[in-house]
């Protein structure tokens, strides 16, 4: 099981997603520039393979794990793994069935992991069971190598090294076991049985007593509650039997009190009542129809006055609109006549101009003109006569002032001269600038590209050491595949002259057999590598009686492999080696009718079958190396590419070096005129804020003024002199035309002039007129929105008067009730004035009754406030006794189920039993022990007594068996260990061979091994005895540091060796040692472990050039990537 995809996401300082393909099946490297990421793809590996010690991961916490710990907007981290499982002989148990594993680990802000097999949920333990199966158990990481494991293999004693010994051979476990049943048989020697027992009856009698006491506590709490309800329930009784007689007391006092009033008023006085309330009544329902009507119209008279004038205005708005339309109609008419006026008029006007000149109206402007100017010399010159005495004393007062002005207007105007003198125009310099920026650029991307696809050809890289100081490397053409040409249209081709070559592609080509002995001998060459001398080379090319042969067989289907490339013409040699002796064809049955025919010459499909005529054939699938011709071709082109864009880059730095002088001068010379500008600006300033700069400069406005004036005076003479000539050529032209021409041009002044005084007075009257069509118009808008206004009004008024109607005719309806109430209740009242008139005598005594009465009235009143607030305190008695009765109901539920036997004889609730007066404090002090005896009791000591007491006979059994067995466990452990000596042995033996000879790889002419120490056994540990160069060295002190790294190393790598894992992770292994002893370790990672993928991270070239897979971290923008 090996790993073929890792795919990271959010993981460290891989912010984006990156998909790492190409492993490798063997030999792996990744390297980089400090902090790019290297090591993060490793820690990305143990991510996945479920390590959970944060320190191994270099993080403190889960979030460490996650890009700028989730401050970036990233929340989650996330690795993938697709591991190769073709091989199912060392496929994890339960995963034979499939080609691939894939194993996925997510973790999110909040420190929750999760992992994913093949797509689905997985648990933590499952996923480290699967990868123990393959030996790639994280929590014994052997197959994991950082960069500190060297340093604490270096610090061992002797019982550590035999540790990792025992650890190998796997009998480490066999003594963690040992210790722990070692440990086991001396617990069930110790009788803890019995005493935990008499711990347990113990508590026992304790939770019995606490029963005791939570039982006493709870019947107690029970009676007293009970008390408290009856007592309640009492209560509740008598206050609602008190209630009762009060009610019926109050009930006869209002009684009496009702009467004896009825009998003071009389039946005369209500009826009297009755009669006024309902005159009131009919005069307040009167007041309000009234009212109403009122209301009702005025509102009518509003709504009639309103119809009348929308009337008036609809009226007046049709007769507007009728004259608008006549007064419309006629200025039309005579707008059109005055247009047709006007532009006769203007026609006649044009003729006229047309026979005269505009000599007259020249001459007379120029007169105009030098008027004017005359009257502004004479303002002006007296002006000045004011002003220059003053600006004469200005001007010595602003003498210094003027002339450090000038002086620095002067540097100003030489500093501008020598800038022009330069000839340099600053956009030049930004043009550069820009395309420097843009050549840098695309510089980078293609160099991106071009290490992208060197790592992918890490095959075809070719490096030596110039075997002498003056080595021409000229001579050194490169790889075979370096040096082929393919057209684009023939890349179809590239897999069929891929197999063709063969291993020939990788072949080295170079100038003679002398520079391929120097190179050999001094090159340092850091792998195997095949040289072809070009002067030496004696190919085989097919005949040209066979090519014409082969193509007669199959035309347009068959052509020589050298055909279809192209290369240099020294290097011809070399190619026709590679490709002159094979026919491309294009399909199997060519190639079978060319192989095996007449022709009889090697063929090649182009989906890479090989037919050869001695009968072999080779194909089945595309090779491994698919493309290479064309990524050797894209690589070919890019480089191209570079250089054409670096000799650009050259040229424009070159323009730039070159006008690095005159940029200099330019900006020097700009910064001194910039600096005087400022400085004659600042002069300026000063200048015409002065009083006498203000007075100066008035002064020079006048003068200047006055020389224009003089100048405009001296051009309007001498332009109303040609003008007066002009008109009289003119004039004396015109005499000599035709005699009816003077008549004909009087007639058309006459025409003109009488032209436009009509049009003149038409004008005022076609305005007029215009005018009172716009007020028309304004006039009837204004109209037609008055008569909206009055239309909504009405509305507004037709429901004003629908609702007072309606609250007329209801006032009328109720007038009428109350109007026959009152005449019936009048009629009542006469019928009782007659009656009373009859009876004088008796209302007499009734008056003096009613005063008795009254008096009464007054004392029943007394009693009977008196009532009614005992009343009220009785209902409040009841409600407080109800409340605690419900609250009692309703927090103790047995309450309900049991209220009929409290108080009653012979039962739990016998209050005559106990003295209800000592039974709180009683219970309080119950309540207390209770608490106290809560803490310590253990509540479940019932179930666990029980339980207990029945394996204590069980256990007793069992311990007597176990005194029987443990002889002989006993003697099987002394067997066991005899087999962990012999297993030890035998791993030592192995370790050691392998030992050795690596450490001899590593350092030639040295040797190293494992011995126990002197005069002790095996099983006491073991040290390191190193030999160099035939001196057995007596202590590891004596060895340098990279020396003693190198032992160490030497001793992990045979350690991997006797029990090798599917793949091994060395993290920076090389750190302390030179360059030579990298490039060993290299080679013997290559040579030596062969089942295995290795995954390497070196900084050093030595390392990685011996990889067949190297990745290149980069770090850009705060985020790795893989290059």
């Known amino acids: 099981m090996r790993i073929e995809e890792l795919i990271i996401e959010g993981f460290k300082s891989y912010a984006v997603r990156t998909h790492i393909t190409g492993w490798d099946p063997e030999f792996n490297a990744i390297t980089g520039l400090n902090g790019t990421g290297k090591s993060n793809v490793l820690d990305a590996i143990c991510f996945v393979l479920g390590m959970t010690k944060l320190g191994q991961l270099r993080a403190n916490n889960m979030q460490d794990l996650i890009y700028k710990r989730g401050q970036a907007g990233i929340t989650k981290a996330s690795v993938t793994i697709i591991f190769n499982n073709e091989d199912h002989s060392k496929s994890p148990v339960g995963f034979e069935q499939f080609k691939q594993i894939t194993v996925t680990r997510q973790v999110i802000m909040s420190g929750q992991s999760k992992y994913l097999v093949n797509g689905h949920k997985a648990q933590q333990k499952d996923v480290t069971t699967l990868f123990q199966s393959v030996q790639l158990s994280i929590d014994n990481p052997h197959f994991l190598i950082m960069q500190g494991k060297i340093t604490k293999v270096l610090n061992m004693k002797p019982p550590e090294i035999l540790a990792m010994i025992e650890e190998a051979a796997g009998t480490r476990m066999f003594e963690d076991r040992k210790e722990k049943a070692l440990k086991t048989i001396a617990k069930k020697e110790k009788k803890k049985i019995e005493p935990k027992l008499e711990k347990l009856r113990t508590e026992k009698r304790s939770y019995l007593e606490f029963q005791k006491i939570s039982t006493e506590m709870e019947r107690l709490t029970h009676l007293i509650f009970a008390y408290e309800y009856k007592k309640h329930e009492e209560k509740l009784r008598k206050t ?11 009930e006869g006092l209002r009684a009496s009190s009702n009467q004896l009033k009825e009998l003071g008023n009389g039946k005369y006085n209500a009826l009297g009542e009755r009669v006024k309330e309902l005159s009131n009544e009919v005069v307040r329902i009167n007041t309000k129809c009234d009212l109403k009507k009122a209301s009702i119209d005025k509102e009518l008279q509003n709504k009639q006055s309103l119809i009348s004038n929308r009337n008036e205005m609809t009226q007046g708005f049709a007769k507007k609109k009728s004259e608008y339309e006549k007064l419309q109609n006629k200025f039309e008419q005579i707008k059109k006549s005055h247009d047709a006026k006007q532009e006769q008029v203007r026609k006649e006007e044009e003729l006229l101009q047309t026979l005269t000149t505009e000599a007259k109206s020249i001459a007379t402007q120029a007169l105009t003109a030098t008027e004017q100017a005359k009257i502004q010399v004479t303002h002006i010159k007296k002006k000045l006569s004011e002003l220059e005495p003053l600006a004469k004393a200005a001007q010595r007062d602003n003498k210094g002032l003027t002339n450090e002005l000038e002086t620095a207007r002067k540097i100003v105007n030489e500093l501008k001269e020598s800038l022009d003198g330069l000839n340099w125009d600053l956009s030049i310099e930004a043009d550069l600038l820009k395309r420097k920026s843009e050549k840098q650029a695309i510089i980078r991307q293609l160099s991106e590209n071009l290490d992208s696809l060197t790592s992918q050809l890490g095959g075809l890289e070719f490096t030596y050491t110039d075997p002498a100081p003056s080595f021409d490397r000229s001579k050194v053409k490169g790889l075979v595949a370096e040096l082929i040409k393919l057209d684009k249209n023939k890349a179809t081709y590239s897999t069929a002259l891929e197999i063709c070559a063969g291993d020939r592609l990788y072949n080295v080509v170079v100038e003679n057999e002398v520079v391929a002995t120097q190179l050999f001998e001094k090159g340092k060459l850091r792998r195997r590598f095949t040289l072809l001398p070009l002067n030496r080379i004696r190919p085989y090319v097919l005949a040209a009686a066979k090519i014409s042969a082969a193509k007669k067989l199959a035309p347009g ?104 002088k005159t940029i200099a001068k330019y900006n020097e010379l700009k910064k001194k005129l910039d600096l005087k500008i400022h400085e004659a600006g600042l002069l300026e300033e000063r200048l015409r804020n002065s009083s006498n700069s203000k007075v100066i400069n008035q002064t020079h406005e006048l003068r ?99 609702k007072l109607t309606e609250d007329k005719n209801t006032l009328k309806d109720e007038l009428s009730d109350i109007q026959e109430l009152l005449s019936n209740s009048q009629n009542e009242l006469q019928k009782e004035s007659e009656m009373i008139f009859a009876f004088d005598e008796e209302i007499k ?162 040797f190293a091994k494992l011995q126990p120490l002197e005069g002790k056994l095996l099983t006491d540990g073991l040290e390191v005895k190193v030999c160099l160069g035939g001196v057995q060295k007596k202590s590891l002190t004596e060895l340098s540091g990279g020396q003693r790294s190198l032992i160490a190393l030497s001793l992990i790598l045979s350690l991997l060796q006797f029990k090798p894992a599917p793949m091994y992770i060395l993290d920076e292994i090389d750190a302390a040692l030179d360059l030579s002893h990298t490039q060993n370790i290299g080679q013997l990672l290559k040579s030596r472990f062969k089942g295995s993928q290795f995954i390497v991270v070196s900084l050093k070239d030595g390392m990685f050039n011996n990889a067949n897979v190297l990745f290149r971290t980069k770090f850009r923008d705060g985020t790795s990537y893989i290059g």
């Not at 452990?973 to 297993?983: E, F, G, P, S």
Request: net charge negative; charged share 35%.
């Open 557 to 660: 289907k068959v052509d020589l492999a050298l055909l279809l490339i192209s290369a240099d013409r020294e290097v011809a040699p070399a190619m026709e080696h590679a490709f002159g002796s094979t026919l491309i064809c294009a399909d199997a049955e060519t190639a079978k009718k060319i192989t095996f025919g007449n022709v009889k010459a090697r063929s090649v499909t182009l989906d890479g079958d090989v037919y050869d005529p001695s009968g072999i054939l080779q194909g089945g699938s595309k090779p491994t190396s698919s493309g290479l011709l064309i990524k050797m071709q894209r690589l070919r082109e890019i480089k191209f590419e570079i250089n054409e864009h670096k000799r650009e880059l050259d040229k424009i730095n070159a323009e730039l070096q070159a006008a690095q």
């Open 240 to 250: 609602d039997a008190d209630f009762g007689t009060k009610k019926d007391r109050l």
């Open 845 to 1006: 005594e009734l008056r003096a009754a009613i005063e008795a009465k009254n008096a009464q009235v007054t004392d029943i009143q007394l009693e009977l406030s008196s009532i009614l607030h005992e009343v009220e305190r009785s209902q409040k008695e009841k409600r407080d006794a109800e409340r605690a009765i419900k609250k009692m109901e309703d927090d103790l539920e047995w309450i309900s189920q049991k209220k009929h036997l409290f108080g009653e004889p012979n039962t739990p609730y016998d209050f005559t039993t106990v003295n209800m007066n000592e039974a709180k404090p009683t219970l309080r002090q119950l309540e207390d022990r209770y608490a106290t005896m809560r803490k310590k009791v253990n509540a479940k000591v019932m179930n666990m007594i029980e339980s207990v007491e029945k394996k204590e006979a069980s256990l007793q059994n069992m311990l007597a068996q176990v005194k029987k067995d443990k002889k002989s466990i006993e003697d099987t452990i002394v067997q066991l260990d005899d087999y962990k000596k012999d297993a030890l042995e035998r791993t030592w033996q192995k370790v050691n061979g392998e030992f050795g000879p690596i450490f001899n790889e590593l350092l030639p002419n040295s």
């Open 704 to 802: 200047q003024q006055l020389i224009d004036q003089e100048k405009l005076i001296v051009a309007s003479n001498e332009k109303r002199k040609n003008a007066l000539d002009t008109c009289k050529k003119i004039e004396a032209e015109m005499d000599e035309f035709h005699n009816n021409r003077e008549s004909k041009l009087k007639e058309i002044e006459k025409r003109v002039a009488k032209g436009k005084s009509e049009l003149a007075s038409e004008n005022q009257r076609v305005k007029n007129m215009q005018q009172e069509v716009q007020m028309l118009q304004l006039e009837m808008e204004q109209t037609e929105e008055e008569i909206q206004n009055v239309d909504k009004e009405i509305q507004t008024s037709d429901e004003t008067i629908r």
